[in-house]
C-alpha cells in the first residue's frame, strides 16, 4: 500500500449520552456536538516504511496544560511523531518546556511498530497493523459469519431504505459485550457504508462504555476506506455518569497508489542527539536528522552495545510530564532499610558499652 492522508484531529466532551437513544448517536455522527480542541496531522506510507505526524502548535500545548507541581503538569494535547521501516520505529513525543518557550522532544528506538499503532489506535489502519484490534471490522464480521470463538450473527435485517443491518456479537464473559453493526448498501454489492462497534464492561458498579463509528466509507484504489471515524468514551460509577469524551478523526485528502515524497520519511531534530533502543541494549550515534537509513536493521547493527544494568549515560532531568516520580515502593525499601541500619547499629553501641 502507498498513499499520502492528511487527517483532521477533535476532541470534545458531552454533558450526556445516552448508548441507546439512536437519534442521539446520529447528531453526534452529523457533528452537532461541542467540538474542542482540533489539529491537522499526516500519514505517509510507501508498502513499508511508515511517518505520522500530529503536532500541535508550542503556544496551543502552552494554554491547555495544568500545572500540578513546580516542574510538572497535565496536557491533554498530545503531540507526537513517529517514523517505521517495518522492522524498527522512532518514536517522539513532544512537550513544551517549563518556561513555555521551546518544545522538548522526548525520543526512542524501538522494535516492530507497536508504538505507532499505539499512537494511532483510534485511526482506522486496520488493514496496516500486523496486530488487528478486537474492532477491526473486516476481521469481526468474517469471524461472526464463520462463528468463529466467542463471535455470533445476531441478526440481518433489511431497513426501509433499502438498506441491509448486519449485527454481530461476542461476549468473552458476562461482564463484557461487543456489538458491531454494519449498515450495508444493498445497490453497491453490499458494500458496508457505515460500521459501529460497541464494547460495554458492567461490572458491579463500574460501567464502561466505548462507541466506534467509520463513516462515509469511500472507495479508493486500495479498496473502502472510511472518511471519518468518531470515537465516544464513558463511564458510569455507582450510578454517576462521566462526561462522555469524543474523538474525531477527518480525512482531509488522500492519494493512495501513488508513493509519497521520499523527503516525508524522516524528523529532524532541534540539535543532534544520540538514541538508545532500550530493547535490545543499544544506543545509535548522534545525528541531527533522523530518516529510515538511520533506524534500519544496518544502522543498528552498527550501534554500540551496552550492559542493561549499565546503562552507557544517565538520563537527564527533563522538567514537565515526562519526569517520573520516584517509585513508592522503593522509598519505602529505603525507609525501611534505614530503620533496620539504625536499629541494628544501636544494638552493636549498646553491646559495646555492656561488654
Known amino acids: 500500500s502507498r498513499g499520502l492522508i492528511r487527517f483532521r484531529y477533535t476532541t470534545g466532551t458531552l454533558d450526556q449520552f445516552d448508548i441507546n437513544d439512536v437519534k442521539q448517536t446520529e447528531s453526534i455522527v452529523n457533528g452537532e456536538w461541542q467540538k474542542g480542541l482540533s489539529v491537522d496531522g499526516v500519514i505517509a506510507f510507501d508498502g513499508k516504511n511508515i511517518f505520522v505526524s500530529k503536532v500541535h502548535p508550542l503556544d496551543v500545548m502552552v494554554k491547555r496544560r495544568v500545572m500540578t507541581s513546580k516542574t510538572s503538569w497535565k496536557l491533554d494535547a498530545s503531540s507526537f511523531m513517529d517514523l517505521s521501516d517495518g522492522s524498527s520505529t522512532l518514536h517522539v513525543h513532544l512537550d513544551p518546556d517549563l518556561e513555555g518557550k521551546r518544545l522538548l522532544y522526548s525520543s526512542s528506538i524501538h522494535k516492530g511498530t507497536e508504538p505507532l499503532f499505539s499512537d494511532l489506535y483510534e485511526f482506522p489502519l486496520e488493514l496496516a497493523n500486523p496486530n488487528p484490534p478486537d474492532y477491526d471490522p473486516s476481521g469481526i464480521l468474517e469471524k461472526a459469519l464463520k462463528s468463529r470463538g466467542n463471535y455470533r450473527l445476531e441478526s440481518a435485517v433489511e431497513t426501509k431504505d433499502g438498506m441491509i443491518r448486519i449485527e454481530a456479537i461476542e461476549e468473552p464473559d458476562k461482564n463484557t ?87 516525508l520519511f524522516k524528523i529532524e531534530f532541534p540539535e543532534e542527539r544520540s538514541l538508545v533502543d532500550s530493547g535490545r541494549y543499544l544506543v545509535l550515534p548522534s545525528r541531527r536528522v533522523w530518516d529510515l537509513k538511520s533506524i534500519s536493521s544496518v544502522a543498528l547493527s552498527r550501534a554500540t552495545k551496552f550492559t542493561p544494568n549499565a546503562p552507557p549515560s544517565p538520563a537527564p532531568e527533563m522538567p514537565g510530564p515526562q519526569q517520573r516520580s520516584f517509585p513508592w515502593f522503593t522509598m519505602a525499601i529505603l525507609i525501611i532499610g534505614a530503620i533496620l541500619l539504625i536499629s541494628g547499629s544501636t544494638i552493636l553501641i549498646r553491646r559495646w558499652r555492656n561488654a
Open 177 to 263: 459485550l461487543y456489538k458491531n453493526t454494519f449498515l450495508c448498501d444493498a445497490k453497491r454489492s453490499s458494500i458496508p457504508v457505515r460500521t459501529d462497534w460497541m464494547f460495554s464492561f458492567t461490572p458491579n458498579d463500574h460501567i464502561s462504555y466505548r462507541v466506534w463509528i467509520q463513516n462515509d466509507i469511500r472507495k479508493t484504489d486500495l479498496g473502502w476506506f472510511p472518511w471519518k471515524k468518531i470515537a465516544i468514551a464513558f463511564d458510569s460509577v455507582k450510578g454517576k455518569m462521566n462526561h462522555a469524551r469524543i474523538t474525531e478523526y477527518e480525512i482531509l485528502d488522500a492519494k493512495f497508489g501513488v508513493a509519497p515524497d521520499p523527503s
